[in-house]
């Protein structure tokens, strides 16, 4: 084993990002060989590496993590009863075996200390049984062990330098490296680390890297996509409380949407006037609800930069999973929940088909939203300032909706915005949708309806007159939301490669 040390931004953890692959070798000069020959093109896959900073799952236990690593970095031809040996094992080497069963932890949720922590990041490294092996700054378990021999390390020393402290104090009295080195060499640590090692050690050179980058090459994207989507199944299920939020913020704006435009008469003053505001401010408040994923996305984002880099999955794999799993599902509920409250109570048209193209729209709406915060989440690292260009994007789009000022008054260098604005499409499908076939009477008079739905509709600028007229803004809105799913898909590659 290779070991180095220096001061921090020494370029430490730069080095090792470039003998493992992990970076752009663009600017960087020299080769690396493995065993005088160069690398096998999946190298960076077969290798292990364990970052400074503990990047994992923080809602699986120690065991479920160990064995999602096993389950999407394995080849397929790997049983299910050999990775689970290989995660037994390794659970037994690490010394796991006490928090196996208990989950990583996040700020919400106590887990296990941080040493048991970094060993469960090494843990799955080491079920793929690497070559090589490098480690970033592992050295936070060493400080139990200096505990038990005497030696505190203070809250904000460096475990490395710590470590290297005590050794050099040590060195100058023979007896103390004498008593540390009989410590380590009856530790249990020890035992499992000198068992693996020479496991490790064998001498098949290049032909080993040669067997696992088949190995690579024989997994499956489908294998992939189950395991990546059953853990964010499992995240959203131990973590319910984005999706509680969300449930809870749709009853309240449902709620508060039904009272404020309660049971609308179809009268031409204030019934218009009340129907137009009605469908506008549904419009605004479900696509500005999606702004509570953002936070989960960026925290996300760490996570997949890791695990992708590290040959954990395919970055399409994780799109898939992210959006099969989680934008739907996150999304659809709430809409169900918020149209069955706020469409009865405000009066809109009450028929089946009316009613499943409002849902659908606000479905839609919500997606869009998501689809906005999943790009700017992957491009924009930083909370406060993706919130920022979420809340532009979207007030932008209320602003040339059609509903706020008339688009014919505006400049003309900025009315080609409305084009671009899925308000204005969602907004205009609810509008054809809930005056195509209504008539407006006069106030107290409701046997005097002079007033077709149709003329609001004309006076709006509006198509109505085919059923395509309707469905043309759906599917513009529909096309919206793709457009910007693509546009992360495509940021997520990006990600990849500037790191």
């Known amino acids: 084993s290779i070991i180095y040390v220096g001061p921090t931004g020494c370029g430490k953890s730069s080095l090792l990002d470039i003998l493992a692959y992990r970076k752009d070798n663009h600017g960087v000069s020299g080769q690396v060989f493995i065993d005088g ?21 923080g809602t699986l236990t120690v065991r479920e993590n160990l064995m999602f690593s096993a389950n999407v970095r394995l080849s397929d031809d790997v049983s299910d009863k050999e990775r689970k040996e290989r995660v037994t094992k390794v659970i037994h080497d690490l010394e796991l075996e006490a928090c196996a069963d208990t989950k990583i932890g996040t700020e919400f949720l106590r887990g296990v200390s941080g040493g048991e922590r970094k060993r469960t990041c090494i843990g799955m490294e080491l079920v793929l049984s690497p070559k090589i092996l490098f480690l970033d700054e592992p050295t936070t378990a060493v400080l139990p062990f200096f505990n038990m021999q005497g030696y505190s390390c203070e809250l904000h020393d460096n475990p490395g330098d710590f470590a290297l402290d005590v050794l050099i104090d040590a060195s100058r009295q023979p007896d103390n490296i004498d008593k540390l080195n009989k410590a380590y060499m009856k530790s249990q640590i020890y035992a499992n680390i000198n068992s693996l090692l020479k496991k490790q050690m064998n001498n098949d050179g290049l032909e080993k890297f040669r067997r696992k980058e088949q190995g690579v090459a024989a997994r499956s994207r489908i294998t992939e996509i189950y395991y990546v989507s059953q853990r964010t199944l499992r995240n959203a299920i131990r973590n319910p409380e984005l999706f509680l939020s969300q449930v809870v913020v749709a009853i309240i704006m449902s709620l508060l949407v039904g009272l404020v435009f309660n049971n609308m008469e179809n009268t031409i003053d204030p019934g218009v006037q009340n129907r137009l505001g009605a469908i506008f401010f549904i419009v605004v408040s479900q696509i500005f609800s999606t702004i509570t994923a953002l936070e989960p996305l960026i925290k996300e984002r760490v996570l997949f930069i890791h695990e992708n880099i590290s040959g954990y999955y395919r970055t399409t794999t994780f799109f898939i999973a992210k959006l099969l799993c989680d934008i739907l599902p996150m999304r659809i509920i709430p809409s169900i929940v918020f149209s069955l409250i706020a469409y009865f109570m405000t009066g809109l048209q009450r028929s089946a088909g009316q009613f499943f193209i409002f849902f659908l729209t606000i479905f839609m709406a919500s997606i869009f939203g998501s689809a906005i915060c999943f790009f700017i989440s992957a491009t924009i690292s930083t909370f406060a300032v993706a ?58 008079q409701t046997d005097i309806c002079p007033m077709n739905g149709s003329e609001i509709l004309i006076k709006q600028a509006m198509d109505y007159a085919t059923v395509w007229d309707m469905w043309k803004y759906f599917f513009a809105l529909t096309m919206m939301a793709v457009t910007f799913l693509l546009l992360a898909y495509i940021q997520l590659f990006r990600i990849k490669k500037s790191k």
């Open 37 to 57: 020959y160069p690398p096998p093109s999946s190298y960076k896959y077969i290798v292990g590496y364990v970052v400074k900073d503990d990047i994992i799952s």
């Open 387 to 444: 919130l920022i260009v979420v809340v532009l994007i979207f007030v932008i789009m209320f602003l040339f909706s059609g509903f706020l000022i008339s688009l014919d008054s505006m400049f003309k260098s900025l009315s080609w915005i409305q084009w671009i604005s899925a308000v204005r499409y969602a907004s205009n499908v609810l509008t054809v949708n809930e005056f195509r076939n209504i008539n407006f009477c006069l106030a107290n």
